[in-house]
């Protein structure tokens, strides 16, 4: 829990962890009323409706703020190429990857899409996720992608998740504008980003900066471009290479800067100076048997750490922010209570939330679920692959 509420959680902090034993939590419509220990319960309180949460104990509901989850086609076909030795790389190449998703993504209606993705809000919503980012990026022409954010536009009022989205025209280069990836870029700027912000359909800009993928020069182009809508970035940035993206990334004010497989010296120098929270995303990496992302050093070197599921057909083909803290603590050797910390006040924070969410705090929302009875909070990663939420309560609703 949290007593004021604070923007973001980093270096040492983030291996604390406040809590109350034998506690009490009281709602008031959607908001986080009060909470103390049992032995102070106002008598007033002793009376009133409750759930009984013995033995067990009531977390902050997950943000997780970095999925793909809206997509027509899942892909284990690449998941044979990937394991008999292909990498990601070699699998985009052949025009698998994200533009395989984009051809299916091209035949699918509007009603498919939020149907299939409503089944997996539901899904990550019983695994505790509360909040939850949402990509476009497997349109990749005008239409496609406008699609995909009516899709995410819609979801917004058909789950009581909170949802953020997030227009990532830049994803990959298709087929057609290979070799001229310049026009494509002119297409995401001229084309895409007006049509996107006249429909009020994004509430951040992504590029994929990386190598293989967009330059530093086409992300500055993107971002200024995005600038002027007032959109703000969060980037994809160097998974596969030293990419720049950091560094772009921060001089544009990114909210986030995710993946960071490959983070040096200079990148973390960069960050320090910078409101942008580096994210993490273990699944991908794990997925795609990558190296790990240097997350003790950011936190040794004063940064705050997010961890996000990455949720998408391709590279990280789950949404379970449970097995996400698991990751973090055995990949990253990442404390319980940093896992903790950088999946939910750090993920509120990448997604320009964590004044509403991410802790158990006096008028915060009312977003937190109750877990089966379990001995102790660093049961929750330990205990990795099972389901340990019992109840959910968001916006100060019995969910489940
Ligand atoms: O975050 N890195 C780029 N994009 C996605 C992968 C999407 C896909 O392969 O479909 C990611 O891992
Ligand atoms: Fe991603």
Redesign the pocket.
């Known amino acids: 829990m949290e007593t004021s509420p604070r923007k973001w959680v980093a270096g040492q902090e983030m291996s604390k962890l406040e809590t109350i034993k034998n506690a009490w939590l009281l709602t008031n419509g959607d908001r986080i009323e009060d909470f103390g220990k049992m032995e102070d319960l106002p008598t007033d309180l002793q009376y009133k409706d409750h759930i009984n949460a013995h033995g067990r104990m009531v977390f902050p509901s997950f943000a997780d703020s970095?999925t793909?989850l809206v997509?027509a086609s899942s892909?284990e076909i690449e998941y044979i190429d990937k394991i008999k030795g292909l990498s990601?790389e070699e699998i985009?190449k052949r025009g698998g990857?994200?533009l395989?998703?984009a051809k299916k993504m091209a035949d699918a209606s509007i009603d498919e899409l939020v149907e299939q993705a409503l089944v997996r809000l539901n899904t990550i919503a019983e695994y505790g996720t509360g909040a939850v980012e949402i990509k476009s990026?497997?349109g990749l022409n005008t239409a496609s992608e406008i699609k995909m954010l009516r899709a995410i536009k819609q979801l917004k009022e058909h789950t009581p998740i909170q949802i953020k989205s997030n227009f990532l025209g830049a994803?990959?280069v298709p087929a057609e504008y290979k070799g001229k990836q310049e026009k494509y870029v002119d297409l995401v700027i001229n084309e895409m980003l007006p049509q996107v912000a006249e429909e009020g359909l994004a509430d951040f800009v992504d590029v994929?900066c990386?190598k293989g993928?967009f330059t530093v020069k086409e992300t500055e182009r993107i971002l200024e471009a995005a600038a002027k809508y007032g959109l703000v970035p969060k980037i994809?940035a160097n998974?596969l290479d030293y990419s720049g993206g950091i560094q772009v990334g921060v001089k544009y004010g990114a909210l986030s800067v995710?993946?960071l497989e490959f983070t040096g010296k200079e990148e973390m120098e960069v960050l320090k100076t910078s409101g942008t929270m580096p994210t993490i995303?273990p699944g991908?990496a794990f997925f795609?048997n990558m190296v790990y992302a240097p997350a003790r050093e950011m936190m040794e070197a004063g940064l705050p750490v997010a961890l996000a599921s990455?949720f998408?057909?391709?590279?990280?083909p789950s949404g379970n922010m449970q097995l996400i803290m698991s990751m973090g603590s055995i990949l990253y050797r990442m404390t319980p209570e940093e896992v903790i910390n950088a999946t939910t006040i750090n993920t509120a924070y990448a997604m320009g939330l964590s004044q509403d969410l991410g802790s158990i705090c006096k008028g915060k929302r009312a977003n937190f679920y109750i877990t089966k009875e379990i001995p102790t909070y660093e049961y929750m990663p330990y205990s990795f692959g099972d389901n340990k939420v019992d109840r959910v309560i968001l916006n100060g609703e019995v969910w489940k």
């Open positions: 970095h793909h997509y892909r990601y985009a990857g994200i395989n998703s990026g497997y994803h990959a994929f990386d993928f994809h998974e995710d993946h995303l991908a795609l990455d998408n057909p391709g590279s990280a």
